[in-house]
């Protein structure tokens, strides 16, 4: 192999990757305090916003198949933060505990802290067209879904 062609196969799924890592851990440091990771406030933004949805419809939202999100919920139902209506969670709607929706809350202006910094590291143009771009990206369905 040449050097070209070993520098093609830095793709670009490479380059989202890396990024998404460095975005990541600038979060998870941001978040650090509430106890919260990146991922955990995510799910709690997302049964904030969509009371009434179950665990496939938070998992949608969030893009990530149903396990991945029982795997990320179970340390948010262990302490609380997170039930389900029915106590079942394959079937039940989830709910933010009074405990989640404080912790969520509470975390609200760490997780701000980290977007003025990516906005700052960016600029607030780019910063809209990434996020314009990366919602044109097909889903599984071949089909963009921003």
């Known amino acids: 192999m040449t050097e070209d062609s070993l520098r093609d196969l830095y793709c670009t799924c490479c380059h989202v990757r890396r990024a998404a890592r ?3 851990r600038m979060y998870e ?7 919260l990771t990146a991922m955990q406030f995510a799910i709690l933004a997302a049964i904030a916003r969509n009371p009434s ?17 029982s795997r990320g919920m179970a340390p948010l139902m262990r302490d609380g933060l997170v ?4 106590g079942k969670l394959r079937s039940g709607h989830l709910e933010l505990t009074e405990n989640g929706r404080t912790a ?32 044109g990206l097909p889903g599984e369905s071949g089909v963009a879904t921003g």
Do not use: C, N, Y
């Open 22 to 24: 460095r975005l990541t």
């Open 29 to 35: 440091s941001a978040l650090e305090p509430s106890g």
């Open 53 to 69: 949805a179950g665990r496939v419809e938070i998992a949608d939202l969030l893009d990530m198949d149903t396990s991945t999100l």
């Open 83 to 86: 039930a389900t209506q029915g």
């Open 104 to 135: 969520f809350e509470a975390a609200v202006p760490l997780w701000q802290q980290a977007q003025q910094a990516v906005h700052k590291a960016l600029g607030g143009a780019q910063t809209r067209e990434l996020h314009d771009l990366l919602a």
